[in-house]
T-cell receptor, first 110, second 113 residues
Framework: KNEVEQSPQNLTAQEGEFITINCSYSVGISALHWLQQHPGGGIVSLFMLSSGKKKHGRLIATINIQEKHSSLHITASHPRDSAVYICAGRAQGGSEKLVFGKGTKLTVNP | NAGVTQTPKFQVLKTGQSMTLQCAQDMNHEYMSWYRQDPGMGLRLIHYSVGAGITDQGEVPNGYNVSRSTTEDFPLRLLSAAPSQTSVYFC????????????FGNGTRLTVT
């Protein structure tokens, strides 16, 4: 079992819909990254969270360290949001190692 | 700033050949790391460095070697390429502080025949 599990694996939405992608982890982590990988392969960091909630434009990320769960929300989704979204946990205790989920492939149709 | 630059973008090797994947960053980041991405596996950490002269192993280090002689550069060496090393390789860097985001290179697609 992967230490970081994402759900769903694949998600198809209509433009304008509210999107939620979930990330659960079985190990204690000190922080969690949300990444976006474009169809061309490039990876961009969206958020780095250690507690609470962060918002950037139409993207919102939340984390509950004690419950070992994080969510990424996209409001008013758009076809340009189509990408693979990846969460990655940084282990507790000062570790520099990241453990990645396998990604959620999002397709937003016009 | 160029950010994180990886070269080459594509490479085909024969089994047993060696090569070096280059990674350079111009943001004065202390932390640099190499990942491989395989279908159905997600990204996996190969090696990382928290500063010049300091390197450590990640999840899948076998068959790879790294060194960090400068802050800017973190090359990844394949000592004797194997078909199992066919993958897409990403380099990433960040500041060595808890809230710093990762900056990724554009990736190197390596095929070993």
């Amino acid at each position: 079992k992967n230490e970081v599990e994402q759900s769903p694996q694949n998600l198809t939405a209509q433009e304008g819909e509210f999107i939620t992608i979930n990330c659960s982890y079985s190990v204690g982590i000190s922080a969690l990254h949300w990444l976006q990988q474009h169809p061309g392969g490039g990876i961009v960091s969206l958020f780095m969270l250690s507690s609470g909630k962060k918002k950037h434009g139409r993207l919102i990320a939340t984390i509950n360290i004690q419950e070992k769960h994080s969510s990424l929300h996209i409001t008013a989704s758009h076809p340009r949001d189509s990408a693979v979204y990846i969460c990655a946990g940084r282990a507790q205790g000062g570790s520099e190692k990241l453990v990645f989920g396998k990604g959620t492939k999002l397709t937003v149709n016009p | 700033n160029a950010g994180v630059t990886q070269t080459p973008k594509f490479q085909v090797l024969k089994t047993g050949q060696s090569m070096t994947l280059q990674c350079a960053q111009d943001m004065n980041h202390e932390y640099m790391s190499w990942y491989r991405q395989d279908p159905g596996m997600g990204l996996r950490l190969i090696h990382y460095s928290v500063g010049a002269g300091i390197t450590d192993q990640g999840e899948v280090p076998n068959g790879y070697n790294v060194s960090r002689s400068t802050t800017e550069d973190f090359p990844l060496r394949l000592l004797s390429a194997a078909p199992s090393q066919t993958s897409v390789y990403f380099c990433a860097s960040r500041y060595y502080r808890a809230d710093s985001p990762l900056h990724f290179g554009n990736g190197t697609r390596l095929t070993v025949t």
